[in-house]
């Protein structure tokens, strides 16, 4: 079965497109609304799989969006949401990935012009992982404190711990640090381990080591 997909946009045209390339792509769209009230009455319904979200929405095009999406996640732990945004804004990032649980993404508008890259994201939030838009990324990069365990991280930890964040598997990480997958392995597990991270999935894990470097941000 299709994931069944909620669609809060209030831009006419993008909703329409967005629609479009979702039901082309093998999902399925059960409602897009265009206002707060509207997303969170579609985001109550048991049955919807998965939702895409602006962070701003009528009536206030402040955070109603991304309050939905939260307010969701606070009935449903784990449900997968996509926000999109216009602008570079990484508190909503943090918001989203607070409770540790991943199936999470936060990209900007300009990413859906880029229909395979989109689908691909929507997909792995679905599936449990975590996306975040690498322009997001890069305005969290600053510094931590010297005792912070992020200062425990080499060098090519810290730009593993960095592509982690953007969402990459461990196959593009390794295509982009130009080392081997079990490189990479090894990178995550010592990440794991001086991030004191509890025993969990592996995937699980990644959501926690993803928020612990939201919370303090390396330097690149």
């Keep these: ?7 809060g946009e209030d831009q006419a045209l993008l909703r329409a497109g967005l629609s479009r390339i979702l039901q082309a792509t093998g999902f399925e769209v059960v409602a897009a609304v265009d206002n707060a009230p509207a997303l969170a009455a579609a985001l109550a319904e048991p049955d919807v799989d998965a ?3 602006d962070v ?3 009536p206030s095009f402040s955070n109603e969006g991304l309050v939905a999406a939260i307010t969701a996640r606070s009935a449903r732990p784990a449900f997968p ?3 999109l945004s216009q602008y570079v804004e990484p508190l909503y990032a943090r918001e989203l990935l607070a409770s540790g649980e991943g199936s999470v993404g936060y990209l ?7 229909v395979d890259n989109f689908v691909a994201s929507l997909s792995q939030v679905i599936a449990g992982g975590t996306v975040l ?6 305005a969290l990069v600053g510094g931590v404190s010297r005792d912070h365990p992020l200062e425990r991280l080499s060098a090519r930890e810290r730009e593993t711990l960095t592509l982690m964040a953007e969402g990459r598997s461990n196959a593009a990480i390794a295509a982009r640090m130009f080392v081997t997958e079990k490189a990479v392995g090894k990178h995550i597990n010592a990440i794991f381990t001086k991030l004191d991270l509890p025993q969990a999935s592996d995937d699980n894990r990644r959501v926690l080591a993803v928020l612990a470097w939201l919370e303090h941000p390396i330097s690149g």
């Design 51 to 53: 939702a895409v979200v």
């Design 108 to 114: 900007l508008k300009d990413r859906v012009a880029d």
């Design 133 to 138: 838009d690498p322009e997001v990324v890069a």
């Design 1 to 7: 079965m299709p994931a069944r997909i909620v669609l």
């Design 56 to 58: 701003r929405m009528p």
């Design 81 to 83: 949401v996509l926000v």
